[in-house]
């Protein structure tokens, strides 16, 4: 059987292995990605947040991107009935990235993946890891090439960021039940004929149907949106027929979307994808890291995937460069608690959200502007940032700052 050799291996291509790639191949080290598909190939995560722009950079992977000219996102805006609440990225507490894009991620993810080869990183697709097995200091994996012939990759380390493929959360017995409540989504892209002229392509839009149930609009520069729902899984499963009649009933439950939508033929039938959240045991183990969707998903709302993909995938290349060059790393601490940390701000926002406290403070008609910001900075990704008070006491302060919006209400009569 084929062998080769690497320092690192990668297991899957998405922005999370390209941002891990980008980094130790700069470092000067051997790295190997594996990918399983032929790219360009479909993937949903298409809002993107600032905090992700500071890896792209980093790594030298923001010019090809810009030369794409992506939809330039600056906020986000949330509707509630007649309510709406906007967040704009230059009004937040935290300095950092005011912008970012939205991106159709086919073609986005091909765009790092074609800079990267252009570079000469060694990516190849269509390749799957099937099977792993760690030695005292090396691992073999075993990939299956398109034709189904086997070979192997013997490596230093492994960063598994393949994604909802889960690589080796599976094979090593890694997965956890999430915290997160039970949701699903069905989603689409429509050729947006009815678009507004304007500031709307700038803006994701979230239109609130009920306390748990969420539909996104997410315009690219390409004249095309992404659509799509989410709500709890056995609400979506109670629509019946195809995914594309589920969605299209779905659609009639926007009062702010179901004209602008209405009869344009959707691009592909909807994809449903079931119970989104994912959790793992650990994030690490000896010779292999955990980076992306591959370790933790929480939910799709915030659209904080892509921005702790990349966190995750720059912060595991750091340490395993420091690692290969003989340092010590003491990945529980620099890795695990800190991935844990931001994963742990984020929660608060994703469950605060359903429970409807976060929505409470969104809609207040007694809107406090230091407040917003603070609360922007997290939705912009910055959730490390412990001057932060939304940051710092998350836990505290949306469910202080949501009684405190139900007592004005109260008192105001309401
Ligand atoms: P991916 O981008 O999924 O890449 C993983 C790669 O690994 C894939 O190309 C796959 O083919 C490959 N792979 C899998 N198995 C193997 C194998 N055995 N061998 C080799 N390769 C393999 N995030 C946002 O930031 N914004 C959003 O608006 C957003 N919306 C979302 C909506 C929904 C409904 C869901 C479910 C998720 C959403 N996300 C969003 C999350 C986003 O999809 C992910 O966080 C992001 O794609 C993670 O990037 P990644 O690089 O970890 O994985």
């Known amino acids: 059987m084929k062998k080769e050799k690497t320092d690192v291996l990668v297991i899957g291509a998405g922005p999370s292995g390209s941002v891990a790639a980008?980094?130790?191949?700069?470092?000067?080290?051997?790295?190997?990605?594996?990918?399983?598909?032929?790219?360009?190939?479909?993937?949903?995560?298409?809002?993107?947040?600032?905090?992700?722009?500071?890896?792209?950079?980093?790594?030298?992977l923001l010019d090809c991107l810009n030369a794409k000219k992506f939809?330039?996102?600056?906020?986000?805006?949330?509707?509630?009935?007649?309510?709406?609440?906007?967040?704009?990225?230059s009004k937040k507490h935290t300095k950092g990235w005011d912008w970012t894009w939205q991106v159709p991620r086919a073609e986005f993810d091909k765009t790092l993946t074609d800079e990267l080869l252009r570079r000469g990183v060694d990516i190849e697709f269509e390749k799957e890891v099937t099977a792993v097995e760690f030695k005292e200091n090396y691992s073999i994996t075993t990939i299956v090439d398109e034709e189904g012939n086997p070979y192997e990759i013997e490596a230093k380390f492994i960063i598994d960021s393949s994604g909802f493929g889960r690589v080796l959360p599976r094979l090593l017995d890694l997965e956890k039940p999430s915290e997160i409540p039970k949701h699903s989504s069905i989603f689409t892209h429509v050729k947006d004929i009815r678009r507004p002229e304007g500031w709307e392509g700038h803006r994701i839009t979230f239109d609130i149907v009920s306390q748990e149930t969420w539909l996104w609009v997410i315009p690219f520069s390409n004249g095309y949106t992404s659509?799509?729902?989410v709500g709890p899984t056995e609400y979506l499963e109670s629509f019946e027929g195809s995914t594309e009649d589920r969605l299209r009933e779905m659609m009639k439950l926007s009062n702010h979307y179901q004209d602008r939508f209405e009869g344009l033929p959707y691009e592909f039938e909807p994809k449903m994808i079931e119970n989104i959240a994912k959790s793992v045991k650990q994030l690490y183990g000896k010779g292999f890291v955990l980076t992306g969707n591959s370790a933790e998903f929480l939910d799709p709302v915030f659209s904080s995937g892509v921005t702790f993909a990349t966190e995750s995938a720059h912060l595991s290349a750091k340490l395993i460069a420091k690692e290969l060059r003989g340092e010590t790393v003491d990945w529980e601490t620099e890795y695990s608690q800190y991935m844990l940390e931001g994963v742990n701000v984020f929660s608060t926002y994703v469950k605060e959200w359903y429970t409807g406290n976060l929505q409470k403070i969104f809609f207040t008609d007694s809107e406090n502007p230091v407040i917003k910001e603070q609360i922007c900075s997290v939705l912009a990704g910055y959730v490390w940032d412990k001057t932060n008070p939304f940051v710092k006491n998350h836990h505290r302060l949306v469910r202080t700052v949501a009684h405190i919006t139900d007592m004005e209400k109260e008192n105001a009569g309401l």
């Not at 360009?40 to 993107?48: D, N, T, Y």
């Not at 939809?71 to 990225?89: I, N, S």
Request: one cysteine or more; proline letters at 5%.
């Open 22 to 60: 980008a980094y130790l191949f700069n470092e000067g080290f051997s790295v190997k990605v594996v990918e399983k598909n032929k790219f360009p190939r479909f993937v949903i995560g298409e809002s993107l947040i600032p905090g992700c722009m500071d890896h792209f950079e980093a790594v030298g």
């Open 71 to 89: 939809e330039v996102k600056t906020g986000a805006r949330f509707l509630q009935g007649p309510k709406v609440c906007e967040f704009d990225f």
């Open 227 to 229: 659509i799509g729902y």
